[in-house]
């Protein structure tokens, strides 16, 4: 059995674990999901049994991840009759055969959310609390406060990019599905198999998360490039026929250096340099523009290029995607 949440006794709240991922790798977060409690997400269930009575995580602290990341049950957690999360044969539509730790991300998030989702510690850890920085996303909750329950958590939303992106990874062969499940960021809603777009069709839309295979990643003095192996065909006015263009997206390094999860993301691009596996590069937000740019043989020649500035590395992910290719 797969679980699309899992309660977190110190949070006192209903995570995911692509926002435990997240927490794990925020610098600004005393977070660490090996030394925290988790839970069935089922109420009922989790009143019934000590604290004790945990789930653990996969995958919740590998940067570089291939099989699908979920919390998972220890041979010795029990669960009440009736629990929706007890079963561990699949769940009535039946598409899952094994209770094994390939299968793929089942649980869609209907929205990405664009603001980071915020956390409330429980004041019992008062220790932990006073430690907490006043910039701290994990904020110590005031005492007598109740968790508010209109917070914009519902499970199908998520405010963690690497989870629309591993549902289109893990079900790239189910093209039905992904055309099913439908995906909403901003104001704009699409079914996963069309929001996620191909760089090389970037001009038949904006706003979408595009994706393609890395051809190179360049390592600049203030910048990072990745350059896409797939060229946008594109005719510009005054020309015949369509021309072949380079895609490319930059990253400067000052973004890089003030991002809340640094380490990790060096991790994932050092992993990406030395690798020799193929990567994909999944980004939203920004869509690659033709822009002329000087050629390094012959500076006073340019020549064109689609190409973007990343500006939120919320929003970016390299990675491996067996299947895609
Ligand atoms: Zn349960």
Not at 105 to 111: A, K, L, T, V, Y
Not at 210 to 227: A, F, M, N, P, V
Request: proline share 6%; with cysteine; net charge neutral.
């Amino acid at each position: 059995m797969k679980f699309d949440l899992a309660y977190c006794v110190s949070l006192d709240d209903k995570l995911s674990i692509y926002d435990v991922r997240d927490l794990n790798f925020d610098e600004t977060v005393d977070f660490d999901s090996a030394k925290e409690q988790f839970q069935c997400p089922n109420d009922a269930c989790r009143m019934a049994f000590e604290v004790s009575n945990g789930l653990v995580t996969f995958n919740a602290k590998n940067v570089n991840y291939v099989r699908t990341p979920h919390f998972k049950n220890l041979t010795t957690t029990r669960h009440v009759t009736g629990c929706p999360y007890a079963s561990s044969k699949a769940p009535a539509s039946g598409s899952e055969t094994e209770d094994g730790d390939d299968g793929r991300e089942e649980h869609f998030p209907s929205e990405l959310l664009l603001t980071r989702r915020e956390y409330v510690r429980k004041p019992a850890a008062a220790e932990t609390a006073a430690d907490v920085r006043r910039d701290d996303p994990v904020r110590a909750e005031p005492t007598g406060a109740k968790p508010s329950a209109g917070r914009n958590t519902a499970p199908d939303k998520t405010s963690v990019f690497a989870h629309p992106v591993e549902c289109f990874v893990s079900n790239f062969a189910d093209k039905d599905l992904l055309k099913r499940m439908p995906l909403k960021i901003g104001e704009h809603t699409a079914p996963y198999g069309s929001f996620f777009k191909k760089v090389e069709y970037l001009l038949d839309n904006k706003g979408l998360i595009y994706w393609g295979k890395i051809k190179e990643i360049k390592d600049y003095t203030q910048s990072l490039r990745i350059d896409f192996e797939q060229k946008v065909w594109f005719k510009q006015a005054g020309e015949a026929k369509k021309k072949p263009y380079s895609v490319n997206v930059y990253l400067s390094k000052k973004l890089i250096d003030n991002y809340r999860k640094r380490k990790a993301f060096l991790e994932e691009i050092k992993h990406a340099i030395d690798s020799d596996k193929e990567l994909f590069c999944f980004f939203y937000g920004v869509t690659p523009e033709l822009k002329q740019v000087p050629s390094k043989k012959s500076p006073e020649q340019t020549f064109g290029v689609f190409s973007a500035n990343i500006e939120n590395l919320d929003h970016f992910i390299v990675r491996e995607a067996p299947g895609l290719a």
